[in-house]
T-cell receptor
Framework: SQTIHQWPATLVQPVGSPLSLECTVE??????LYWYRQAAGRGLQLLFY??????ISSEVPQNLSASRPQDRQFILSSKKLLLSDSGFYLC?????????????FGPGTRLTVL | AQSVTQLDSQVPVFEEAPVELRCNYS??????LFWYVQYPNQGLQLLLK??????LVKSINGFEAEFNKSQTSFHLRKPSVHISDTAEYFC????????????FGKGTKLTVNP
């Protein structure tokens, strides 16, 4: 069966520090991968998605970036965190392309920027 | 572009009462529809989905949703809620034959009181 991992589970970082959040998927090949941010009262905001290694689509201009160095690994990064980057970050995956495939979510990372 | 509206941000109910969480969408093409549930500090879990066929879909824990094409709605219902149903519920749409993205509503927080 497929599983999705995210780490760390919680993170407290000072403003201006770098960020690296990692997501890995097991039990599937060539998944679509997604990064979302969930801020209080604002629902889920899609940040990036990827349909293959090295292919990243950005949804919202910001100081975050994403990379997909391996088929089942998705990394969210920032060089300098802002207070507004605080939130709950969720990674998700789905099968293939073009189909009625639901997304499966990881457990999330709670990021607090102070 | 498609959008999803969840009309109620918070819904308080008493245990064993019926509940309806409303979801309306707008799209110029056919869509797939999903309901996700999120328990505190966890990722999202798929509750049920409508892809095609019967417009009434059911989950294993007693929830059901009905796709109404003319009203562009996909309301979630349960005839008798439990304390354990307390969570946030998200409605989402995906374009048929479109991009790999899900568009989410802002969520409805269901609180079941004893």
């Amino acid at each position: 069966s497929q599983t999705i991992h995210q780490w760390p589970a919680t993170l407290v970082q000072p403003v201006g520090s770098p960020l690296s959040l990692e997501c890995t998927v097991e039990g599937t090949s060539n998944p679509n991968l997604y990064w979302y941010r969930q801020a209080a009262g604002r629902g889920l905001q899609l940040l990036f998605y990827s349909v293959g290694i090295g292919q990243i689509s950005s949804e919202v201009p910001q100081n975050l970036s994403a990379s997909r160095p391996q088929d089942r690994q998705f990394i969210l990064s920032s060089k300098k965190l802002l207070l507004s980057d605080s939130g709950f970050y969720l990674c998700a995956w789905s099968e293939g392309s073009g189909g009625a495939y639901e997304q499966f979510f990881g457990p999330g990372t709670r990021l607090t920027v102070l | 572009a498609q959008s999803v509206t969840q009309l109620d941000s918070q819904v308080p109910v008493f245990e064993e009462a019926p509940v309806e969480l409303r979801c309306n969408y707008s799209s110029s093409v056919s869509v797939y529809l999903f309901w996700y549930v999120q328990y505190p500090n966890q990722g999202l879990q798929l509750l049920l989905k409508y892809l095609s066929g019967s417009t009434l879909v059911k989950s294993i824990n007693g929830f059901e949703a009905e796709f109404n094409k003319s009203q562009t709605s996909f309301h979630l219902r349960k005839p008798s809620v439990h304390i354990s149903d307390t969570a946030e519920y998200f409605c989402a749409v995906k374009l048929q034959g479109g991009s790999e993205k899900l568009v989410f509503g802002k969520g409805t927080k269901l609180t079941v009181n004893p």
